[in-house]
């Protein structure tokens, strides 16, 4: 049974930095496409930033370019999201999801595993 486990939200102020990690247990890291979601109250679960199995393809949704950056260490079976220059509007739950299919995709239906979430608040 595959497994993910997010870690590393938490309650910044405008313009401070965090990472988040997601470490995979129970399946093979590697063959996985992985992508970072978010959602705020009211509103729907949507892509952040995903990356490909090979860690070679990435692509972010235009809110987050420049600030947030996505990586794999499939050697430790963790993605990460590093998040610069965070900003109220970045408040949200984060979820890492994992896809087994080599065509990317921005759905969250289509990915088939899913973390319980961390919370990211970033004060003004």
């Known amino acids: 049974q595959v497994q993910l486990v997010e870690s590393g939200g938490g309650l910044v102020q405008a313009g401070d930095s965090l990472r988040l990690s997601c470490a995979l247990s129970?399946?093979?890291?590697?063959?996985?496409?992985l992508g970072w979601f978010r959602q705020a109250p009211g509103k729907e679960r949507d892509l952040v930033a995903r990356i490909s199995p090979s860690g070679t393809k990435t692509s972010y949704v235009d809110s987050v370019k420049g600030r947030f950056t996505i990586s794999r260490d499939n050697a430790s079976k963790t993605v990460y999201l590093h998040m610069n220059n965070l900003k109220p509007e970045d408040t949200a739950r984060y979820y890492c999801a994992a896809r087994l299919m080599l065509v990317p995709s921005n759905l969250p239906r289509e990915y088939h595993y899913w973390g319980q979430g961390t919370q990211v608040t970033v004060s003004s």
């Open positions: 129970g399946g093979t890291f590697s063959v996985y496409g």
